[in-house]
């Protein structure tokens, strides 16, 4: 079992920078691939970003890359997703999540997800 707590959502305005937390506790946690995902309202969730533990190496969804940052410590177990540049269209729910399958992109890989941190981009 992994627990995610996400925390750092706000209210924000376009061009702004905002970081998101994961908490991650659990066993076995380096054996899991982060990801972040959210969901606009309205809409499906999508893929964000993924990190691997062991060497922090990052993947990025096309409408993200250049101005998203994730990032993890593993002293304190804890991913995070640096968000600069903010877009209105980056108004989403914002979520944590671990998978098996490193670097995965697909929803459906991820076994645990956190609560959701709302992140509001306004114009």
């Known amino acids: 079992q992994v627990q995610l707590v996400e925390s750092g959502g706000g209210g924000v305005q376009a061009g702004d920078s905002l970081s998101l937390s994961c908490a991650v506790a659990g066993r076995n946690v380096s054996t899991y691939s982060m990801g972040w995902f959210r969901q606009a309202p309205g809409k499906e969730r999508e893929f964000v970003a993924a990190?691997?533990?062991?060497?922090?190496?990052?993947n990025y969804a096309d409408s993200v890359k250049g101005r998203f940052t994730a990032s993890r410590d593993m002293a304190t177990a804890t991913v995070y997703l640096r968000m600069n540049a903010l877009k209105s269209e980056d108004t989403a729910d914002y979520y944590c999540?671990?998978?098996?399958?490193?670097?995965?992109?697909?929803?459906?890989?991820?076994?645990?997800w956190g609560q959701g941190t709302q992140v509001t981009v306004s114009s």
């Open positions: 990190i691997r533990w062991i060497g922090g190496f990052a």
């Open positions: 999540a671990a998978t098996r399958r490193f670097g995965s992109r697909s929803e459906s890989d991820y076994e645990y």
